[in-house]
């Protein structure tokens, strides 16, 4: 679906709309050097920068975004490390609408719950992070005070019911751990329905990882808040 922006006088900024892979690629090639720069390692950069080229091919959303917010989007995510690859959850590219530009879209790097886990993960304190969803029919049991601690049991077989709550635990290396949960009508209340994007998104018809990839995002929302005590 054609996202359609508002009107006015100022005049539109280039995007990669109706660009095949090559001209994309041509567009891009100019940033190799300081992806090269970021990442230390041109084999990296290269593998990189031509997997955000298919990645904008491939996204009909994205390519009706701004070329100057696609790429600052891409080179914001090479300082991160992490990956765009959509499979593995670790960064996404959103479009969103600026009213700024008459309407104009442009691409906002979103980190997502693997990408947060690992970022977390390159300190030299946490040894291991997860975070779960808990539904209605699982067996799920929170301790808080002097012994806190998180028993769940997730059903196996058949239907789990409704999603009730998520959270997340950061294993450190010394043995110890910590945790927090969150119910799903705060994750919905206080997170998604705050995020720009997503409100966004729902005026104006198109997708953001809030609708095709929910569980992951309600994972994350675990995880940014155990960020802020871990």
Same mark, same amino acid.
């Given at each position: 679906?054609?996202?359609?922006?508002?009107?006015?006088?100022?005049?539109?900024?280039?995007?990669?709309?109706?660009?095949?892979?090559?001209?994309?690629?041509?567009?891009?090639?100019?940033?190799?050097?300081?992806?090269?720069?970021?990442?230390?390692?041109?084999?990296?950069?290269?593998?990189?920068?031509?997997?955000?080229?298919?990645?904008?091919?491939?996204?009909?959303?994205?390519?009706?975004?701004?070329?100057?917010?696609?790429?600052?989007?891409?080179?914001?995510?090479?300082?991160?490390?992490?990956?765009?690859?959509?499979?593995?959850?670790?960064?996404?590219?959103?479009?969103?609408?600026?009213?700024?530009?008459?309407?104009?879209?442009?691409?906002?790097?979103?980190?997502?719950?693997?990408?947060?886990?690992?970022?977390?993960?390159? *300190? &030299?304190?946490? +040894?291991? /992070?997860?975070?779960?969803? @808990?539904?209605?029919?699982?067996? !799920?049991?929170?301790?808080?005070?002097?012994?806190?601690?998180?028993?769940?049991?997730?059903?196996?077989?058949?239907?789990?019911?409704?999603?009730?709550?998520?959270?997340?635990?950061?294993?450190?290396?010394?043995?110890?751990?910590?945790?927090?949960?969150?119910?799903?009508?705060?994750?919905?209340?206080?997170?998604?329905?705050?995020?720009?994007?997503?409100?966004?998104?729902?005026?104006?018809?198109?997708?953001?990882?809030?609708? *095709? &990839?929910?569980? +992951?995002? /309600?994972?994350?929302?675990? @995880?940014?808040?155990?960020?802020? !005590?871990?």
């Amino acid at each position: 679906k054609r996202l359609n922006g508002g009107k006015g006088k100022t005049k539109a900024l280039a995007t990669f709309e109706e660009m095949d892979s090559l001209k994309i690629e041509k567009s891009m090639q100019p940033y190799l050097p300081r992806v090269e720069s970021i990442l230390q390692d041109s084999t990296a950069a290269g593998k990189f920068l031509h997997t955000c080229i298919n990645i904008i091919a491939g996204n009909q959303q994205l390519q009706q975004c701004t070329q100057r917010s696609i790429i600052g989007g891409v080179l914001a995510c090479s300082m991160t490390g992490l990956s765009l690859i959509k499979q593995l959850g670790q960064a996404h590219l959103v479009p969103f609408r600026n009213r700024d530009l008459n309407g104009q879209y442009e691409a906002q790097l979103i980190i997502g719950y693997a990408g947060y886990a690992e970022l977390m993960l390159r *300190t &030299d304190r946490i +040894a291991a /992070i997860d975070a779960s969803i @808990v539904y209605s029919r699982d067996e !799920f049991d929170v301790r808080e005070g002097t012994e806190q601690r998180i028993v769940h049991k997730p059903l196996l077989r058949g239907d789990r019911g409704e999603m009730v709550l998520t959270y997340a635990v950061a294993r450190y290396k010394d043995g110890t751990a910590k945790f927090v949960w969150m119910s799903i009508d705060d994750v919905y209340e206080f997170h998604r329905d705050r995020s720009q994007g997503y409100k966004s998104a729902e005026k104006h018809g198109y997708t953001t990882p809030w609708h *095709t &990839d929910e569980a +992951a995002m /309600i994972k994350k929302t675990a @995880v940014i808040e155990l960020r802020k !005590f871990a």
